[in-house]
């Protein structure tokens, strides 16, 4: 099953994250990249055209999901498995605190 996300920063679309069977892949969209003030996500994941590549969910992503309570209600509302780090960041990062939301898309 591949799934994916659209990442938002500060309410404007800037790229999609996605998994995979090889792990996961964030890019960058290419009209984002040409605004004039476009933010990168993060300082570990810099302003680029390349695709980011990782086995292991990117730490940066894997911070916004809620831990301890939080956590317990989002498993137990969504029926989440707790270890499914990357469905737990499509179904509790819409509404993050901070600059950066994902929306989960359909699977692919």
């Known amino acids: 099953m591949n799934r994916s996300g659209k990442v938002y920063i500060q309410n404007i679309f800037a790229g999609q994250i996605y998994e995979s069977d090889d792990g ?7 009209s984002y990249l040409d605004t004039p003030n476009a933010k990168a996500v993060s300082l570990t994941m810099p302003l680029t055209h390349e695709t980011y590549k990782s086995g292991n969910l990117f730490p940066f992503f894997d911070g916004l999901i809620p831990e301890g309570w939080l956590l317990n209600v989002v498993e137990r509302n969504w029926k989440i498995d707790g270890k499914d780090r990357f469905g737990l960041l499509l179904a509790a990062c819409r509404d993050c605190i901070g600059d950066v939301y994902i929306i989960a898309e359909d699977s692919k």
Request: no cysteine.
């Open 24 to 30: 996961y892949e964030f890019k960058y969209d290419d």
